[in-house]
């Protein structure tokens, strides 16, 4: 089926590799060295860098409009963050192509409960698994499941289709999910719907904070993996416990942490200490 060009953008502030590699959604595929494809809930999207634009190719622009986050001015976050300190200028600059995706907030439950002790390349396996198993057929491959055929399948098949131990997390979860609104988690604010969500099974600290920045959209929010320790105890060293580094980075980022935290991700990821040392 071929695609019709939607619509072009500029490039600055919007790297397709950026943007779909560094741990935000999984549900995307590297179909050549400047062209993806992209899928969220039952859209699909082809994206490609043509160098002086991004070209994105759908039958569902409005809605990739609204998911690739166009309506923000990066340019004005990264100009403030690359003010806090010349660390977070280096990490801005690096990483200013980076933006905040707005997906699904079902399809991040599962997504990130899946990711729990997890490598990406495993956990788009997974995802890939369950949606062709219990998604509905689209014209570009299987939907990601309704929350009514994550409940209705048995907890066997997640295990047969490689989720381990989060099989029960995930019909726990599908379970509770029949008969709750979404809708409750965002009408709360951060605070509260973080301790919402970890009375969800399969939900921990890191967990909550992913689904609140990707899935709630809540920048106000720090997920903590072993490269954001290293990152502040390489740069930011003030003693605290592993437990209370997010809660540092809420402090010293306000609303723009969940932004500075995917910098500082990407940033560390790619680069290293020795880049960063530089800046030090």
């Not at 160098?51 to 809605?63: F, H, I, L, N, Q």
Request: glycine share 6%; proline share 3%.
């Amino acid at each position: 089926m071929t695609l019709p060009l939607s619509f072009s953008c500029d490039p600055e502030y919007f790297s397709v590799s950026d943007t779909l590699e560094c741990g935000q959604i999984f549900r995307y595929r590297k179909l050549s060295a400047n062209e993806y494809e992209v899928r969220s809930r039952d859209k699909y999207a082809r994206v490609t860098d043509a160098g002086d634009r991004v070209d994105v190719y759908t039958a569902d622009g409005e809605y990739f409009r609204n998911f690739f986050d166009l309506d923000t001015d990066y340019a004005a976050k990264v100009a403030r963050i690359s003010a806090i300190s010349p660390v977070m200028k280096q990490a801005a600059e690096y990483g200013k192509g980076i933006r905040i995706l707005r997906q699904d907030l079902s399809e991040m439950i599962f997504s990130f409960i899946i990711s729990a002790n997890n490598n990406i390349k495993r956990i788009q396996q997974i995802i890939e698994r369950i949606c062709d198993e219990l998604g509905e057929e689209t014209p570009f491959g299987k939907a990601f499941p309704s929350i009514q055929a994550l409940a209705a399948a048995p907890q066997e098949l997640y295990k047969r289709l490689g989720a381990g131990y989060r099989d029960k997390y995930i019909v726990d979860t599908a379970c509770r999910l029949l008969d709750y609104d979404l809708d409750v988690l965002t009408g709360m604010d951060s605070a509260h719907a973080r301790k919402e969500l970890l009375t969800f099974s399969g939900v921990g600290p890191k967990v909550a904070d992913c689904i609140l920045l990707f899935g709630l959209r809540r920048g106000d929010v720090f997920p903590v993996d072993t490269w954001l320790k290293k990152v502040y105890h390489a740069y930011f060293e003030q003693g605290h416990r592993d437990s209370e580094i997010s809660t540092f980075f809420c402090n010293l980022f306000g609303e723009d942490a969940g932004l500075c935290q995917q910098y500082l991700f990407y940033f560390m990821r790619k680069y290293g200490q020795n880049v960063a040392n530089a800046v030090k």
